[in-house]
DNA sequence: AATGAATGAGGGTTCATTCAT
DNA sequence: GATGAATGAACCCTCATTCAT
């Protein structure tokens, strides 16, 4: 349930000296990836991971000194596939109901390719504080994000202006990013949600989203 | 980010026969939940729990067989103090706008009540395959009730027909939960939401929920 | 590996005084062989035999103190039904190979008859030394009976005189017992003796017998 | 009671590469004979292996998984010790008396040599199925041996034809290896055994072996 | 930098045995 | 006599972490 990019929040040791430190910490962060994208953090073992990245139990301590250091590292390596638009901006002008349209789909389709790795945060954001707050940081960018976005839709008067678009944001973005994480985790692992297409989702919580700000019809 | 009750999936090994027994059997249940409440499922150990509850480590396998099990116990136990109303049937003649209110307040008061309970099924559901059935199905459940509120409106021609409403329950029943797991569970966790008190959170709730289905104001 | 019939060596804690106390420890030592022979002694539990026996777990110990125990009480009540004859005094006039060839016969029988129950002891005799005993002790008393069986036969200068005769029955006696070890223990255990029958078995074993003390052909 | 070599049965994980690593193995094997020797299978625990060997209760696990992997190890490594010769073929051209009597000596040594040893093997194959495939397998390669010894020896009309060899060298060759068994191992547990010396015991064992199968006297 | 063997704390689990009812 | 719940010692096993090479 993260809900987009934000900055890293762990430093990891020594920043590798030598070409070939470099290439080795490559490969234990893709493993890692790779790990816990098959068996979660809870069942990945430290061995596993510098197997799969063919170097030894040992080698992971140069670079990383926890298993949830490594999974930081994933994530912020992670960050930039995981970029979304939110709800942009009002100023680029366009009709206020495309706008949303777009960037739920743009939301849900990030979060799609990053399903499983999303899967892994939420079952860490449950465990381990310091990626509760990883997780939160996330969604308060999103959130804070889409307040912009209500709020200029306010000021311009195309949104009911009786609520409060900070609490309306919070609701709403949790809205956005509940639904991705049923539809693309919990469900899938269950594999048993009534199978709707991205397309109709994306429409569908966009138009609920409109209409829950009282935004005017598309023209 | 559980919604409902459900039945309960698991059983456990030969009810006890003697008053002693089920006294035991009591105890391990309570201190279980104490103990869950307070470290979370994965680091409560059992000897926690057998001490907690006043009995030795080899007590608990005469009423249990695993962790999962008495935790299973547990949210069973916990069932009925969960029932909460979801959207009523506006067969119930009251304004869907009132009920809507009503019953989001209820759902979070609800959820309120038990919120470090959720905290823990929220951490299973994404460790054990068979609880994360069983948060899924209790999902269901409120959606499912949901949706025939929703249907019911639509058909007495009082919320928008353009929407399939499993479709938007799903959609509207997560940002509901999302709502409650986000403001009772994930940041309280942290200690740093902005303290909407609940009366507003309903209120603003629910008006983005009857807004979205294009419910006619309250007269 | 046991030969014959031996006097208890344990005795059991009190006499059962009632009827119904009979009753009970005739149940006990029933189950336990039951499933003594179905599961061997190690896998057995107490509780498996009180559970099968229809008594509770502590009832046990109201007529034995020991898994051992209660073996050496099955075992006990065991003993008639391996009664054997062992190579018969000659006294009984009969042609010596005729005579060698049906004890060896009878043998193989009884030993068949409770081959699990062998299985059971052989198991037990490697783990306790005081059944150790008991096995060994059958044994001898096996060896005697032949060794008395083999004099006498020199005696009557019908059998090769240069041989001990204690030495050559325990040495032959273990051949027969070991062959009913193999036979109907080690390789049924496994599935895979060439499978011979129990007439070619104690005739070719008796001929070996017969021949290995130079006693004359049947006339 | 088992009776010859037989090819290794189980394999262990990652042969180790380093040189203290194969010394740390080595110590560990040599480690479990000792304590397998001392105590038996059962009463064996891990930490004693480890200790013995001078090594840490986790060090076990890198090399093997169970307490019968690492009896297989050590019975794989005593494999060469206890080669013996059974009977050999008499295409070797002596005496068949003298060659039978030989291999008997042989046979008997090799077992004293290693009867400590067989001791734990005759017990882990009464509790363990893999193991009493090890012991019967090493009976099979010893009879079939044998066998072939005897079907020469009427080939060449030197012993009695109306014999079965298979069947015949089974019975004598669970006689030599049962004498071997109560000699020194059932009967040496319990120090009462009339204590023939081997030359006596071999001497016997072997005429009567001879015997039975009628083959003529030393000339 | 990399190796991979060694460590050992820590938890789960079993089940013979006791004992109050 | 019978019950069956409670006990707790005993042992196995995992795996993150260290460190000599």
Redesign the interface.
């Known amino acids: 349930?993260s809900d987009g990019p934000a900055p890293s929040m762990f430093t990891v040791p020594d920043p590798p000296v030598s070409v070939r430190g470099r290439r080795t910490r490559e490969n234990l962060i893709e493993a890692a990836r790779t790990v816990f994208e098959k068996v979660?953090f809870?069942d990945a073992r430290l061995i596993d991971i510098t197997t799969e990245a063919g170097c030894s139990a040992g080698t992971f301590y140069t670079y990383f000194e926890t298993k949830e250091q490594i999974f930081a590292a994933v994530m912020d390596r992670a960050r930039e596939e995981m970029l979304h638009p939110g709800v942009p901006h009002v100023t680029e002008r366009d009709d206020p109901r495309a706008v949303i349209e777009a960037s739920t789909r743009a939301y849900l389709e990030a979060y799609r390719g990053n399903a499983r790795l999303m899967?892994v945060l939420?079952?860490v954001?449950?465990?381990a504080?310091e990626f509760?707050?990883l997780?939160?940081d996330r969604?308060k960018a999103f959130i804070a994000r889409n307040a912009r976005g209500i709020a200029e839709l306010q000021e311009r008067g195309l949104a009911?202006r009786?609520?409060?678009p900070?609490?309306?944001s919070?609701?709403?973005s949790?809205?956005i990013?509940?639904?991705a994480f049923?539809y693309f985790v919990?469900?899938v692992?269950?594999g048993?949600f009534?199978r709707?297409d991205l397309d109709?989702?994306a429409e569908?919580?966009a138009?609920?989203?409109a209409?829950?700000?009282?935004i005017g019809e598309k023209s």
Do not use: K
């Not at 209409?211 to 009282?214: C, K, R, S």
């Open positions: 349930m979660g809870l899967a939420e079952q954001a449950n465990i504080p509760r707050r997780r939160n969604a009911d009786t609520v409060d900070e609490l309306a919070s609701i709403l949790g809205m990013s509940r639904l049923s919990a469900d692992q269950l048993e009534p709707t109709t989702l569908t919580a138009r609920l989203w209409n829950a700000l009282l």
